[in-house]
């Protein structure tokens, strides 16, 4: 039988980190050589891409967030963002003018933060610049409580949007302070009408749990309240304290608190499981009574999807594998054997001075991948068995056949077995599969298979 005890035996704390790409930017380092994005997609397959769109900007920085994006942009910025933003939207689509979108999102940051003028001109690059038929394939959008105003929204649906998240948290207000996160419900609770006076098909929540101070009975109570709405998506993420973000500067982890956070989530995903929500993931709930949309959980983060892959529920697509181009000084791009991007930034200083630069960048410095990670054929064995593993359907053993000629369950025996031993997932013919006790193991499985040398380089990544 698996139990909690077994598991920290084998890996300790069941929050080492969230896997939602792999590799993680800190193992990204520049490029030896600068190829062109001619040669960085050529041969690679261009019909059913993801589009990523990224706006580094919010209007407030959560005490949890490591994301990066800003505060207290000035409108002249923001120009300039999307100045820059169409200046790398030309230069990718004259290098790659085959590129065809199955999916597209757009993160941040907070979306939202511009305003409706601003978006529109923002969804003007996704289909003028881009060629992204936006009105015919799923597209996920981020916002927050203080920015999802009824004219922003109504540009949204009207951009073909099919699924808006929004990242409440808590719809505790004290709750809510604690994480850092300052708002009032009633706002909330306005934001969600509007949304849900926009008829975008799918609402997603994101709810925290473990933040100090909250109980069993309020989280139940900030679950309940999403309820009400009716969300077709509700994502429940642990609180992590990181570096460099307002928790990480003053807050003392508790020495209980694995112990809290594992039992809120049980308590959760058991609640969720009874209102007639299907477990695609440690974090993301689906309504059972609604259909597949497109996208899966990677690539979603505490603020909502972020990464280009979650448009909305569960199919085969993932952006890692069938390829993503991102835009933005924030956004990955990825090929089958490359992951490239800009510097990575957390610190407030850092970040400005990214975003600083990349708006004064002329079309031709966008030419070029300068930044990121080159997958052998052995790391791209591990991005599909963490891919997949790391969702609630697990690996299937006909599709990693099919990619790679070989057995996952062979390749990684090493490393399965002793997960397998402590009940944390199971392999069969069908392929490997978390169990119930592994789902909730998820942050420390996915880092315990990172390969040794991704793990040195974002071991020896300095935080900045």
Same mark, same amino acid.
């Given at each position: ?5 077994? /598991? ?11 896997? *939602? ?11 030896? $050589? ?17 589009l @990523? ?5 919010? &209007? ?13 942009a ?14 790398q939207?030309? /230069?990718?689509? &004259? $290098?790659i003018?085959?590129?065809?979108f199955?999916?597209?999102? !757009? ?5 939202? *933060?511009?305003?409706?003028?601003e978006? &529109? ?6 289909? &003028? ?11 996920? !959008? =981020? ?13 949204? $649906?009207? +951009? ?5 998240s ?22 909330? =609770? /306005? ?11 799918i ?5 925290? *749990? ?9 989280? %139940?109570?900030?679950i ?6 009716r ?5 429940? *993420? ?16 508790r ?5 809290? +956070? ?7 995903r058991?609640? %969720?499981?009874?209102?007639?929500y ?41 952006c ?9 000084c924030?956004?990955?791009? @990825?090929?089958?054997?490359l ?10 200083g ?7 630069? @990349?708006?004064t %960048? ?5 030419? +070029?991948? +300068? ?28 599709? @990693?056949? #099919? ?9 990684? /025996? ?14 069969? =013919?069908?392929?490997v ?19 040794? =040398?991704?793990? #040195? ?8």
């Amino acid at each position: 039988m698996p139990s909690s005890v077994a /598991a920290k035996d084998l890996l300790g704390s069941p929050y080492a980190g969230y896997v *939602y790409s792999y590799p993680h930017k800190t193992a990204y380092r520049p490029l030896a $050589a600068t190829p062109t994005l001619s040669d960085v997609w050529r041969g690679q397959d261009l019909s059913t891409l993801s589009l @990523y769109l990224h706006v580094p900007f919010c &209007e407030m920085r959560c005490g949890f967030c490591n994301l990066f994006t800003r505060t207290g942009a000035p409108e002249e910025l923001v120009g300039r963002y999307l100045d820059a933003l169409e200046r790398q939207a030309r /230069a990718v689509r &004259e $290098a790659i003018p085959e590129a065809r979108f199955a999916v597209a999102a !757009v993160g941040g940051g907070t979306p939202t *933060y511009l305003d409706a003028p601003e978006l &529109e001109r923002l969804f003007d690059i996704a289909t &003028e610049v881009m060629g992204a038929d936006l009105g015919a394939i799923p597209m996920s !959008v =981020e916002t927050s409580p203080a920015t999802a105003t009824p004219d922003r929204l109504a540009v949204l $649906a009207a +951009r073909g949007t099919t699924r808006v998240s929004i990242g409440v948290q808590s719809f505790d207000d004290a709750e809510a302070r604690a994480a850092g996160r300052p708002q009032r419900r009633a706002d909330v =609770e /306005a934001a969600l009408a509007a949304i849900r006076d926009a008829a975008v098909p799918i609402l997603n929540i994101d709810l925290i *749990y473990g933040i100090d101070g909250q109980t069993r009975a309020g989280w %139940l109570a900030s679950i309940d309240a999403a309820l009400a709405w009716r969300p077709e998506e509700l994502y429940l *993420y642990p609180l992590y304290v990181r570096p460099l973000t307002g928790l990480g500067r003053r807050a003392v982890t508790r020495a209980d608190w694995d112990t809290d +956070r594992l039992a809120l989530y049980r308590v959760g995903r058991d609640h %969720l499981r009874d209102a007639g929500y299907e477990q695609v993931s440690m974090r993301m709930f689906r309504r059972t009574d609604i259909p597949p949309d497109g996208g899966g959980d990677f690539g979603s983060t505490a603020g909502g999807t972020a990464a280009g892959a979650g448009s909305g529920a569960e199919t085969d697509y993932r952006c890692q594998r069938d390829g993503m181009i991102g835009l933005g000084c924030g956004a990955r791009s @990825y090929t089958s054997d490359l992951h490239y991007s800009f510097e990575y930034a957390v610190g407030i200083g850092e970040v400005r001075a990214i975003i600083d630069d @990349y708006v004064t %960048l002329d079309q031709e410095a966008f030419t +070029r991948a +300068r930044v990121g990670y080159r997958l052998d054929a052995s790391e791209r064995r591990r991005r599909h068995l963490l891919t997949s593993l790391l969702q609630a359907d697990g690996l299937a053993a006909a599709d @990693y056949r #099919a990619a790679f000629g070989t057995d996952a369950d062979v390749d990684f /025996a090493a490393e399965l077995a002793p997960l397998a031993d402590a009940g944390l997932l199971t392999v069969s =013919e069908a392929g490997v599969r978390l169990t119930d006790e592994g789902l909730a193991w998820s942050d420390a499985i996915g880092p315990a298979l990172f390969s040794p =040398e991704t793990a #040195a380089l974002m071991h020896g990544y300095r935080p900045r």
